[in-house]
């Protein structure tokens, strides 16, 4: 389909009303259109990668040029297809106190949302509204929240979310882009937005919401259990609360999220996260259930253990650093002897250095865990992991 034409049968706003309609169809809760194009927060993208904020996402960086105008990369685009879907469900506790995000407590949502997404342009192209070579929007980042609140979805919030009056905080986001011109929707009658509320950043447990709006990911719970790789530092490590992956605190305190609907049985929930368990037992088995000898052994076991989950994504060394890191905040025996196997035995200087510090956080006062620590640092041969365990042995004494 070229820019200016249109299919047989369909004018400009019928076209547009069609392409809406069969988003929802498909299932989707929110849908909004906006031009392609940069995105308003543009600038203000740029100013926070440009001050580091963005830690170790390196891939942000290396797509800048498409983020900030993403017809650097899809130059046929015309219009960006913004979708919602709800994911609010109770928070998910863990027995013996460790957290993980609800929205990973069950399917993967690039899953679920991916095959609505590829089922979605398959119709549009079938009916003559997008052409079968129109982009959908998954591993190229794109300010995604930005062209959403452009396309009358919801409304910039302080934590950096975007709300909308049925959801609060708690959707996900998808894109398509058209190669059509289609008029862009507005916001509904009734918006959702902070006002003069400071909740999320009063509640914030690592003050990582800078300023209204804007969060230096560095300190973010969910960026250092998620995106970042190797060690995390001490002082956010003391302040993680149990988060063993993500961190919806930001969400939970939001009062347009309190009366969201439960989406639980839309993406399931894994059988750990939904039966009684033992105390600790399940931060032990993220800690320790995939070590084992061999790297790639390991890291394999780790994906097919959670494969459909986001919780593959910090990859196995990464969730067995969050686990020690909770097992250190919520000390249990069972986590205690989870902690002194992996300090002893776990193949990754970042899993016994997390190890080394949860025993000292968290079981500093007990002889063996402090002459399990001594003996450790003798064998440590990784210079950044004894280091590291040096710090957090001396901070306990
Ligand atoms: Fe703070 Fe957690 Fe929100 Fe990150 S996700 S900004 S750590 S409350």
Redesign the pocket.
């Known amino acids: 389909m070229t820019d200016s034409n249109q299919p047989p049968g369909h004018s400009p706003a019928s076209m547009r009303e069609a392409v809406l309609e069969h988003a929802r169809t498909i299932g989707f809760d929110l849908v909004g259109l906006t031009p392609l194009g940069p995105p308003p927060d543009a600038e203000r993208f740029a100013s926070w990668l440009d001050r580091g904020r963005h830690g170790s996402m390196g891939y942000l960086e290396r797509a800048r040029s498409v983020t900030l105008d993403p017809r650097s990369q899809w130059p046929e685009g015309k219009t960006l297809l913004v979708v919602g879907l709800g994911h609010s469900r109770d928070a998910i506790e863990l027995a013996g106190g460790g957290r993980i995000a609800r929205y990973a407590a069950g399917r993967d949502y690039h899953n679920v949302a991916g095959k609505m997404l590829q089922r979605l342009r398959r119709v549009l192209v079938r009916e003559g509204l997008a052409a079968p070579g129109s982009a959908f929007v998954d591993a190229t980042p794109i300010l995604e929240r930005s062209h959403a609140a452009a396309a009358g979805i919801g409304t910039a919030s302080k934590?950096a979310n975007l709300l909308e009056p049925r959801f609060g905080p708690w959707f996900f986001l998808g894109e398509l882009i058209l190669d059509i011109d289609l008029e862009p929707t507005e916001h509904a009658p009734r918006v959702a937005s902070c006002g003069s509320c400071t909740a999320?950043i009063d509640?914030?447990?690592?003050a990582?919401?800078v300023a209204p709006g804007e969060?230096d990911a560095r300190r973010?719970?969910?960026y250092s259990t998620i995106e970042h790789r190797g060690l995390v530092p001490h002082e956010l490590r003391e302040r993680t609360e149990g988060w063993a992956f993500g961190?919806d605190?930001?969400s939970e305190v939001c009062p347009w999220g309190s009366r969201a609907p439960d989406l639980a049985a839309r993406f399931g929930t894994r059988p750990e996260f939904s039966e009684d368990a033992p105390e600790g037992a399940v931060l032990v088995s993220m800690l320790t259930g995939d070590a084992g000898e061999d790297d790639q052994d390991r890291e394999a076991r780790h994906a097919e253990r959670w494969r459909g989950s986001p919780l593959r994504r910090p990859r196995r060394e990464g969730l067995a650093r969050n686990a020690a890191i909770a097992l250190g905040t919520r000390p249990t025996e069972r986590g205690r002897e989870g902690l002194i196997a992996a300090l002893e035995g776990d193949r990754s200087a970042v899993v016994r250095a997390a190890a080394a510090w949860a025993l000292s956080h968290g079981h500093g006062g007990d002889q063996g865990v402090r002459d399990a620590l001594d003996r450790a640092l003798d064998r440590e041969v990784d210079p950044e992991a004894q280091a590291d365990m040096r710090t957090s042995r001396d901070r306990a004494r």
């Open positions: 934590a999320c509640a914030c447990p690592t990582a919401i969060v973010c719970i969910s961190c605190v930001c």
